[in-house]
């Protein structure tokens, strides 16, 4: 068993009691194929829980300090995360997470760049809409409705993706992009609050 099925399992058996958590629409991520799973950011929890409640593997980013600890750095990497250096441009994880897609896998953003503790939906980095303009991937958002609190419902809500043709064809900016990308993530989470 990879460590990722590994993880993938203990976090299952730990979280899904303990948050109740429901998720609606998984029938909205694509069996095959590349795709990119945008999501708001509320909690450290929020790449175990995305990924448990989703069928396929995800590739997430995560913040290059986490991997300067060995241990820790090497436990991120054999569940498919990869470092990027915030607040900068950094070509090496951009050429990365353009790879998983070409390789037909699935990309975990969040595309607020950071946790918002209030529970509001922030702006988003031009990031999420770099990918989905590089890649044909399909964009599907997510919506974290919480709080994280012990045995209250946690909801987990994918949308239908996103249609990118016209965006590619436009050639639109990055921004553009992800600032439509919150916009399906704020309406999901509006719904379902």
């Known amino acids: ?59 997430f980013l995560a913040k290059e300090e986490l991997f300067k600890n060995r241990l820790i750095g090497g436990i991120l990497k054999g569940v498919h995360a990869f470092p990027i250096k915030r607040g900068m441009r950094d070509r090496n994880a951009l050429r990365q997470g353009l790879e998983i897609l070409n390789n037909n896998h699935v990309l975990g953003l969040f595309p607020e760049g950071r946790r918002q503790k209030n529970g509001e939906i922030g702006k988003g980095l031009a990031g999420a809409g770099f990918f989905a303009l590089r890649s044909e ?51 999901l989470h509006k719904i379902h609050s």
């Open 1 to 59: 068993m990879s460590l990722y099925k590994l993880g993938k399992w203990i976090c299952a058996v730990i979280f899904y009691p303990l948050y109740r958590i429901k998720v609606i629409g998984q029938h909205n991520i694509p069996k095959e194929g590349p795709v990119i799973v945008c999501s708001n950011h509320i909690s450290n929890a929020d790449p175990p829980v995305v990924g448990i409640t989703n069928s396929r593997d995800i590739y």
């Open 137 to 187: 991937a399909y964009i599907v958002p997510c919506a974290i409705v919480g709080p994280y609190k012990k045995f209250q419902r946690l909801k987990v809500v994918y949308g239908e993706p996103i249609d990118m043709s016209g965006y590619r064809e436009e050639k639109a900016s990055a921004q553009v992009v992800t600032d439509r990308i919150m916009e399906e993530i704020r309406k």
